[in-house]
């Protein structure tokens, strides 16, 4: 079974500063991985969506990496802000239909 | 504008009852999902479904139970044998359960014992 980390479960950083989320599955046998953010008590935004062929994707201020032979993705925030605050969650989809997540890391952006 | 409506946003149960989450979508997505979500933990699956009147069981279905008689729409039903209910319930939906589309996420519904 897909086993997803994130690491760290929880990063406080000041405003402006570039930032690296972690994201690490134990299968590297995987049709995409999606980022996603979440406010308190709210539902899941995607963020970006990579395809298991792709290397990285862009949008914005955010840019998602992704390593499957090493089992890793990062999500790069440049310019950080305070509105960036909230938690972001990684989702894998393996062979099959179902999704597994991380726990999530914590960000909190101090102006 | 297309989106997930979950309603209601909070709900209580008491011992012994069976308690329904509505989930609706207007994006015309054929596969919808239910998640759980505890704190400290990541999403968990519940049930999902391809397809209207065809539904799977995800990890924890146990006390739980689902429809789909309309493809807008997918409720969940946590029974009195589901122990543990007090959690964050999450509906989602993709276009189609073999594409390569994002998932989205409703709002959500908070489910809490009386």
């Known amino acids: 079974k897909q086993e997803v980390t994130q690491i760290p479960a929880a990063l406080s950083v000041p405003e402006g500063e570039n930032l690296v989320l972690n994201c690490s599955f134990t299968d590297s046998a995987i049709y995409n991985l999606q980022w996603f953010r979440q406010d308190p008590g709210k539902g899941l935004t995607s963020l970006l969506l990579i395809q298991s062929s792709q290397r990285e994707q862009t949008s914005g201020r955010l840019n998602a990496s992704l390593d499957k032979s090493s089992g890793r993705s990062t999500l790069y925030i440049a310019a950080s802000q305070p509105g960036d605050s909230a938690t972001y969650l990684c989702a894998v989809r393996p062979t099959g239909n179902q999704f597994y997540f991380g726990t999530g890391t914590s960000l909190t952006v101090i102006p | 504008d297309g989106g997930i409506t979950q309603s209601p946003k909070y709900l209580f149960r008491k011992e012994g009852q069976n308690v329904t989450l509505s989930c609706e979508q207007n994006?015309?997505?054929?596969?919808m999902y239910w998640y759980r979500q505890d704190p400290g933990q990541g999403l968990r699956l519940i049930y999902y479904s391809q397809i209207v009147n065809d539904f799977q069981k995800g990890d924890i279905a146990e006390g739980y139970s689902v429809s789909r008689e309309k493809k807008e729409s997918f409720p969940l039903t946590v029974t009195s044998a589901q122990k543990n209910p007090t959690a964050f319930y999450l509906c989602a939906s993709r276009l189609g359960i073999w594409s390569n589309q994002p998932q989205h996420f409703g709002d959500g519904t908070r489910l809490s014992i009386l």
């Open positions: 994006l015309n997505h054929d596969a």
